[in-house]
């Protein structure tokens, strides 16, 4: 048998400190959840840049004052004039017959017998001249003078004695002081977060802390430094190459303007010589066909002469047979003289017809032959006229080929000088987008401090409600008991 009698109590407190804390924690709390709205009342979008403006209003400009457009209306215009071209017309020259050549006479041979058969008469025969044919005069050759072509000498420019400065970016200040203010406010940013860390840390004022600001403005020196030479040097170097551009489109603009001079003093040149050579050739063609013409003129009069000088023997023969007659019937009876000076009359006119016809003959071939003669040189006239009009018609074709080549030219280069203008406008404009770009970060860092600076309050409370929750249970309890027991075994 047994019998027994227990009693329990337990009892729970809030410990003061640590209500005292958490009270303080809310309290913040409620504080920092009244705290007003804080508007940004600043710009979060940066504007265009003075180089985007100015390169949009080089862009409009241009295309108001439409650059190039007259050079391509210009070779449009050549162009178009050009497609109604008419080669100059070639006209072959007439060839007119030459005058008669006029006769030369045959005398007549008197035989000089009459009916006296006393009287002895000698007979005379008298030569017969043939026609001498003249020479036909060579056209003049005239000398081939070349034209002499001076090429022009392009001078090249060094970048060394170029004056840098207007290629300068003017806002290269600018950009730096704010690109060094940044750095400056990192700095200082961080110097906070170092005495905060020196806080929490307990190490405020001492030596550690002194060495960790001293290590971040040494930092911030040396990005100062970097970032600023990089600047410069990017400015420096943007300016180097701008301006080198311009001294090659410079050069380059010397070079095109000295090949067109000398492609224009050899097409003179071709010309020039084109013409002399045809001159030249046809004075030798002509100076051979005179030459070959006289040639024949000469061996023509020897053959002249030569039939001249048998008629003329043949005469003086057959006066030596009619002198023996007349000595023969002199010494014949008188009966016989009638008979044998009639037969002599009758020879003397056969002679006389024989001399005529061999002389007309003679004329004849002699005018037949000026009259050919006549004929190749007006012949060798025309063609050197009509050489000469297809010179010039090819020497026109050639001009109009020159000008159409210079009108496609001219327009190449107005849409070079358009496009060109384009292209500044357009690398200004891409300035202007790095400066607006940049502007933009300044401000979005701007608007980044100005949240930081906002929120800062919440999260410090952030950090007082965590160092809240690491405090210790707040709650402590006590217990107590009673028993009593009686046992009987």
């Known amino acids: 048998m047994s019998m027994g009698k227990n009693k329990s109590s337990s009892q729970q407190s809030f410990d003061p400190e640590l209500k005292g804390l958490l009270t303080g924690t809310f309290r913040?709390?409620?504080?920092?959840?009244?705290?007003?709205?804080?508007?940004?009342?600043?710009?979060?979008?940066?504007?265009?840049?003075?180089?985007?403006?100015e390169g949009?209003?080089?862009?409009?400009?241009?295309?108001?004052?439409?650059?190039?457009?007259?050079?391509?209306?210009?070779?449009?215009?050549?162009?178009?004039?050009?497609?109604g071209f008419q080669p100059a017309q070639v006209n072959a020259g007439?060839?007119?017959?030459?005058?008669?050549?006029?006769?030369?006479?045959?005398?007549?041979?008197?035989?000089?017998?009459?009916?006296?058969?006393?009287?002895?008469?000698?007979?005379?025969?008298?030569?017969?001249?043939a026609q001498q044919i003249g020479q036909t005069s060579a056209v003049g050759v005239n000398p081939i003078?070349?034209?002499?072509?001076?090429g022009q000498t392009v001078q090249g420019q060094s970048l060394a004695q170029t004056d840098l400065s207007p290629y300068q970016n003017q806002y290269d200040s600018g950009v730096i002081d704010a690109a060094l203010g940044d750095l400056d406010r990192a700095r200082q940013m961080t110097q906070n977060q170092n005495a905060a860390s020196a806080v929490s840390a307990g190490a405020f004022g001492g030596d550690r802390q002194a060495?960790?600001?001293?290590?971040?403005?040494?930092?911030?020196?040396?990005?100062?430094a970097r970032t600023a030479v990089n600047l410069r040097q990017q400015g420096f170097q943007n300016a180097q190459q701008q301006a080198q551009a311009d001294l090659n489109r410079a050069q380059q603009a010397g070079m095109q303007t000295a090949q067109f001079g000398q492609q224009a003093d050899l097409a003179n040149q071709r010309a020039g010589?084109?013409?002399?050579?045809?001159?030249?050739?046809?004075?030798?063609?002509?100076?051979?066909?005179?030459?070959?013409?006289?040639?024949?003129?000469?061996?023509?009069?020897?053959?002249?002469?030569?039939?001249?000088?048998?008629?003329?023997?043949?005469?003086?023969?057959?006066?030596?047979?009619?002198?023996?007659?007349?000595?023969?019937?002199?010494?014949?009876?008188?009966?016989?003289?009638?008979?044998?000076?009639?037969?002599?009359d009758q020879r003397g006119q056969l002679a006389n017809q024989d001399a005529q016809m061999r002389a007309a003959l003679a004329n004849q071939n002699a005018a037949l032959r000026n009259q050919q003669l006549g004929f190749d040189a007006q012949r060798f006239n025309a063609d050197a006229g009509l050489q000469a009009a297809l010179a010039n018609q090819r020497a026109g074709?050639?001009?109009?080929?020159?000008?159409?080549?210079?009108?496609?030219?001219?327009?190449?280069?107005?849409?070079?000088?358009?496009?060109?203008?384009?292209a500044d406008a357009a690398a200004l404009q891409g300035v202007g987008g790095q400066q607006q770009a940049a502007a933009q970060q300044l401000l979005e860092d701007r608007y980044r401090r100005f949240a930081?600076?906002?929120?800062?309050?919440?999260?410090?409370?952030?950090?007082?409600?965590?160092?809240?929750?690491?405090?210790?249970?707040?709650?402590?309890?006590?217990?107590?008991?009673?028993?009593f027991n009686l046992g009987i075994a």
């Open 145 to 150: 003078n070349a034209q002499q072509v001076q």
């Open 56 to 83: 949009l209003n080089m862009a409009a400009n241009t295309a108001r004052a439409g650059v190039g457009q007259g050079e391509i209306n210009d070779a449009i215009a050549t162009t178009r004039a050009e497609t």
């Open 452 to 483: 930081e600076q906002r929120e800062y309050p919440f999260r410090m409370f952030d950090v007082l409600r965590s160092g809240a929750g690491l405090l210790p249970n707040p709650l402590t309890s006590e217990s107590s008991g009673r028993g």
């Open 273 to 344: 010589l084109t013409a002399d050579t045809s001159s030249a050739q046809l004075g030798l063609q002509s100076g051979l066909a005179a030459q070959s013409l006289n040639q024949q003129a000469a061996a023509r009069n020897a053959q002249n002469q030569l039939a001249a000088d048998t008629t003329s023997a043949a005469n003086f023969m057959r006066a030596g047979q009619l002198n023996a007659a007349n000595n023969l019937a002199a010494q014949q009876a008188t009966q016989a003289g009638q008979i044998q000076a009639a037969q002599f």
């Open 211 to 224: 060495l960790v600001e001293s290590e971040t403005n040494r930092n911030f020196a040396d990005q100062a």
């Open 397 to 422: 074709m050639t001009a109009s080929g020159m000008r159409q080549g210079a009108a496609a030219q001219l327009a190449n280069l107005g849409g070079d000088l358009r496009g060109t203008q384009f």
């Open 94 to 129: 007439s060839i007119t017959a030459p005058g008669q050549v006029g006769n030369v006479g045959a005398s007549n041979v008197q035989t000089g017998f009459g009916f006296d058969p006393i009287r002895n008469q000698q007979v005379q025969s008298q030569g017969v001249n």
């Open 28 to 53: 913040e709390g409620q504080r920092v959840s009244r705290t007003p709205y804080s508007p940004y009342n600043f710009a979060t979008v940066a504007p265009l840049a003075p180089a985007q403006l």
